[in-house]
């Protein structure tokens, strides 16, 4: 080969690879936090959750727990969808968001964008039953989960989360 084209080859081949590199970055930084297996993978329904996690489950007939993180990009598209789950009369469900103790200003993060649980936790990883970031559970006065969601809701499946946490009362 003449040094032209080993110079060509060469270039190819570091082009290659910083698009390589590019994409690596690129999905790490979409996927990385916010990236979870599909909900069909794990199932924590059934589940009891730990007190340690600081939740008073009795205080009302259900809980809504969001397991978020300001790192993941599924919790940040869905800010518009948690801001509406926290602006509905709420009297017989609390709302709590879990976030890591990495987190201190989660809470400022969310009032920031419209989102006002009715207090934060932080939970250390493996003390709730999840995978990943975002998760919303549903538990009764028991701390038993009934009703779980992983990822990145369509509004098909929000609309069902809002039937779930927030039942309509017959008339």
């Not at 340690?52 to 300001?70: E, N, W």
């Amino acid at each position: 080969m003449r040094w032209q084209e080993r110079l060509t080859v060469a270039v190819d081949v570091l082009l290659i690879a910083a698009c390589v590199a590019a994409l690596t970055v690129l999905g790490t930084r979409l996927l990385g936090p916010g990236f979870v297996a599909p909900e069909s993978t794990v199932s924590p329904v059934g589940t009891r959750l730990d007190p340690s996690v600081g939740i008073d489950f009795s205080a009302r007939p259900q809980t809504l727990i969001m397991v978020l993180s300001q790192d993941c990009q599924f919790c940040v598209e869905s800010m518009p969808f948690y801001e509406r789950l926290t602006n509905q009369d709420r009297a017989g469900t609390q709302i709590i968001v879990a976030a890591l103790p990495t987190e201190p200003s989660i809470g400022q993060y969310l009032a920031s964008r419209g989102v006002i649980p009715d207090a934060v936790v932080f939970v250390e990883p493996g003390q709730l039953p999840v995978l990943g970031t975002p998760t919303l559970l549903v538990a009764n006065q028991s701390g038993v989960v009934t009703h779980s969601w992983t990822g990145m809701l369509r509004t098909g499946v929000e609309e069902r989360v809002l039937q779930v946490v927030f039942p309509s009362d017959p008339a």
